[in-house]
């Protein structure tokens, strides 16, 4: 039976002042069911109240998350001053993320979130801490106070029981997770030559191909010394066993994979291949009295 509960908090603040780096921070903890895990379906903000700041250059962050927020050591906006943003809304420590633009005595009108209004409509997020929560984050003026500031939010919350091994393992990730970089660099750089050169065939078959195994007269040779012009050389049984060992040793991170062998020919082999020679005539089968066998 789901356990359905309707949360609807705010937070509210008559005024606060930024510091030397004009950043401000504001957390709110809401305490949920323990033991249980919590699947977060519906999310909703909503601006209750213009603080009139006196710029157009703040940017306010809110991010729901099962710990607190830690801000970054990346700019929210590079070149103005605007820094230690949360982390990405795509972080696992992240169930929902908005950003806007402050506005000088009116509500904002570019208020975008993460995930989207139609996702946060019916999310399917789980998480298993005991608590959750709101954090604010203002980048504008250094050393200015603002006033008058009040934001509402909503959640549905499905809570489950579950046991206490899942829950505590479940927590033991979120509290990892939580521990956010203060500098994220991920995705590699490409070239345009390398993109082209990366196409085919290394993305069909997997795996980084040995140089030697990529020559203009053996293109359809995937793992088999096979010629594709002159007539085709014998391979011996041992030699593809000895091709299929060679793709189960142990590659550093940026050579092939295998020694010799790229370590995707070992799928699909005969049995033989694999475990060894198959038997020419398979043992006597001996019988009991009343017909079971005793042996093979």
Not at 170 to 176: C, I, N, Q, R
Not at 196 to 213: D, S
Request: net charge negative; aromatic share 10%; with cysteine.
């Amino acid at each position: 039976m789901m356990a359905i509960e309707i949360i609807k908090e705010t937070i509210e603040q008559s005024q606060f002042t930024t510091d030397s780096t004009g950043n401000a921070w504001l957390t709110k903890r809401i305490n949920l069911s323990p033991g249980k895990v919590h699947n977060l379906l519906q999310t909703d903000i909503f601006e209750d109240a213009t603080s009139g700041f006196d710029d157009v250059t703040g940017k306010l962050e809110f991010v729901v998350s099962p710990y607190p927020a830690i801000p970054t050591d990346m700019p929210l906006i590079a070149g103005i001053g605007l820094r230690n943003r949360y982390p990405s809304a795509g972080d696992d420590s992240v169930l929902f993320k908005a950003h806007c633009t402050t506005r000088n005595s009116n509500f904002v009108d570019d208020l975008e979130q993460f995930p989207s209004v139609q996702i946060a409509a019916n999310q399917k997020l789980s998480f298993y801490s005991d608590h959750l929560y709101i954090c604010v984050h203002l980048a504008a003026t250094a050393n200015t106070t603002y006033e008058n500031f009040a934001w509402s939010f909503m959640f549905t919350i499905d809570s489950k029981n579950v046991s206490s091994v899942t829950h505590s393992m479940g927590v033991l990730a979120e509290s990892h997770n939580a521990m956010c970089a203060l500098v994220m660099s991920n995705g590699h750089m490409q070239s345009l030559a390398v993109l082209r050169g990366n196409t085919f065939p290394m993305w069909r078959f997997g795996g980084i191909r040995p140089e030697h195994m990529i020559t203009p007269i053996a293109a359809n040779a995937y793992f088999l010394p096979i010629n594709t012009r002159d007539a085709e050389q014998m391979t011996s049984t041992p030699g593809i066993r000895q091709a299929v060992a060679d793709s189960r040793a142990m590659s550093a991170f940026d050579a092939p994979f295998g020694d010799r062998r790229p370590d995707w020919i070992r799928l699909h082999l005969n049995a033989g291949i694999i475990s060894g020679p198959v038997r020419d005539q398979w043992p006597p089968i001996k019988h009991a009295d009343n017909g079971n066998v005793r042996m093979l």
